[in-house]
């Protein structure tokens, strides 16, 4: 059975998620990078899901609430201040997605940028 992790950071993101032969799990991870970052590894280290979903990121000008995309690209501008340490502030999860049959006849695409 597919398990899915659903992580939120306020109760007003919070919704619950009903799909047939799929365990749900949630977890609320707070406000703040640090914070989300410390209670999501705690969630997949107990619940070891197959794919983690995030409801309620916030600040868009173009889309509506209730909008739903698949992120396959990601950018963390506080990690582009450390590209001269060699560390990366993009990620694209594409293949990984790819690799595992997700989202695979999804249209929707977006970044998310934080």
């Known amino acids: 059975m597919l398990k899915i992790l ?26 703040g990078k640090v914070k989300s970052a410390f209670h999501l590894s ?5 619940v070891k899901p197959d794919i983690v979903i995030n409801q309620g990121t916030a600040g868009t000008i173009n889309h509506q609430v209730g909008d739903v995309f698949v992120c396959r690209h990601f950018v ?18 594409s293949e990984l997605l790819a690799a595992r049959g997700f989202c695979q006849h999804w249209t929707e695409s977006a970044t998310c940028n934080t």
């Open 6 to 31: 659903v992580t939120y950071a306020v109760q007003g993101e919070f919704t619950e998620i009903k799909w047939p032969d799929v365990e749900v799990y949630y977890v609320r991870t707070g406000i």
């Open 42 to 46: 705690e969630a997949i280290q107990q």
């Open 76 to 93: 963390d501008r506080d990690m582009h201040k450390m590209t001269g340490l060699g560390m990366e502030y993009r990620i694209d999860s």
